[in-house]
T-cell receptor, first 116, second 113 residues
Framework: GAVVSQHPSRVICKSGTSVKIECRSLDFQATTMFWYRQFPKKSLMLMATSNEGSKATYEQGVEKDKFLINHASLTLSTLTVTSAHPEDSSFYIC????????????FGSGTRLTVV | GQNIDQPTEMTATEGAIVQINCTYQTSGFNGLFWYQQHAGEAPTFLSYNVLDGLEEKGRFSSFLSRSKGYSYLLLKELQMKDSASYLCAVSEISSGSARQLTFGSGTQLTVLP
């Protein structure tokens, strides 16, 4: 089945630095990938939709300049948290859909970001 | 927009049956998903319903009524490992193409021995 690889799984960074999270579709091409954020004991909140070769579509309330998304190829999307602050600490998860398959919403393993 | 409601917490006993309900309000309905998520891990796919009725897959079944905006996930023969958060997610068609999933708040299920 479809596999989405997300890296790193855990990262600790200092306040004010930037962190890049990668999401790769390993055995399929993903023109669209989705980035979610999840706080403890809460559900997944969609941050943005990443479109290959074009600008990402951000959800209301998500800062574009803070959460930079790049989808340069059909198998890779990256999320960069710029000038991270402790309140950015969260669990970030990407997902991708294989073609038009309704079963194709495959999730990455998630990245636990801790900003100290 | 979408409004998805499900209970925050449920508790059941090992070997029992539990039903987790989900109600939603949306336009352009394009399917309803159930995911299981253990703490600190990514969600894993459980079921998908796009037509009314019951879909059965082993110990898990999911039901959908589009006219009522209602779905449930039924877990039979509960095992301790079923303790997890269960997420209801709705896909909505927008401008002819399927959109991203919108998730409910999740139901934390605790299975007791």
């Amino acid at each position: 089945g479809a596999v989405v690889s997300q890296h790193p799984s855990r990262v600790i960074c200092k306040s004010g630095t930037s962190v890049k999270i990668e999401c790769r579709s390993l055995d399929f091409q993903a023109t669209t990938m989705f980035w979610y954020r999840q706080f403890p004991k809460k559900s997944l909140m969609l941050m943005a939709t990443s479109n290959e070769g074009s600008k990402a579509t951000y959800e209301q309330g998500v800062e574009k300049d803070k959460f930079l998304i790049n989808h340069a190829s059909l198998t890779l999307s990256t999320l960069t948290v710029t000038s991270a602050h402790p309140e950015d600490s969260s669990f970030y998860i990407c997902s991708a859909r294989e073609g038009t398959s309704y079963y194709g919403y495959t999730f990455g393993s998630g990245t636990r970001l801790t900003v100290v | 927009g979408q409004n998805i409601d499900q209970p925050t917490e449920m508790t059941a006993t090992e070997g029992a049956i539990v039903q987790i309900n989900c109600t939603y309000q949306t336009s352009g309905f394009n399917g309803l998903f159930w995911y299981q998520q253990h703490a600190g891990e990514a969600p894993t796919f459980l079921s998908y319903n796009v037509l009314d009725g019951l879909e059965e897959k082993g110990r898990f079944s999911s039901f959908l009524s589009r006219s009522k905006g209602y779905s449930y996930l039924l877990l039979k023969e509960l095992q301790m490992k079923d303790s997890a958060s269960y997420l209801c997610a709705v896909s909505e068609i927008s401008s002819g193409s399927a959109r991203q999933l919108t998730f409910g708040s999740g139901t934390q299920l605790t299975v007791l021995p």
